[in-house]
Nanobody
Framework: QVQLVESGGGLVQSGGSLRLSCVAS???????????LEWYRQAPGKQRELVAA???????KYAGTVKGRFTISIDNAKNTGYLQMNSLKLEDTAEYSC?????????????WGGGQGTQVTVSS
């Protein structure tokens, strides 16, 4: 069983920065890093939005609303993904969660799932 745990959320002033982390851990066996990692966010009363995604090969994509301000990355040596958020705006306030495809072994076995989320609140 694999678990994804997000951290790094909090309260920040407009224009500030936060770095979110998404750590993959397993109860048995090894984890061989992320095949894919996605960060989503959902604000109250709004639809869940894909913020950023990255593949094992380093290919990235971003929502237009965050492009140039957010950077997604993965460190497969640490089984950790990151979302660096700069120049935060009030409208970035939301619960952020990660979803990932995690490699379980050298035979191509994978696990897919998501974490519980971490709250990001941007104040004026």
């Amino acid at each position: 069983q694999v678990q994804l745990v997000e951290s790094g959320g909090g309260l920040v002033q407009s224009g500030g920065s936060l770095r979110l982390s998404c750590v993959a851990s397993g109860t048995s066996g090894n984890i061989f890093g992320f095949e894919e990692l996605e960060w989503y966010r959902q604000a109250p009363g709004k639809q869940r939005e894909l913020v950023a995604a990255i593949t094992r090969d380093g290919e990235t994509k971003y929502a237009g609303t965050v492009k140039g301000r957010f950077t997604i990355s993965i460190d497969n040596a640490k089984n950790t993904g990151y979302l660096q958020m700069n120049s935060l705006k009030l409208e970035d306030t939301a619960e952020y969660s990660c979803t990932a495809v995690v490699r379980l072994d050298d035979m191509g076995s994978t696990w897919w799932g998501g974490g519980q989320g971490t709250q990001v609140t941007v104040s004026s």
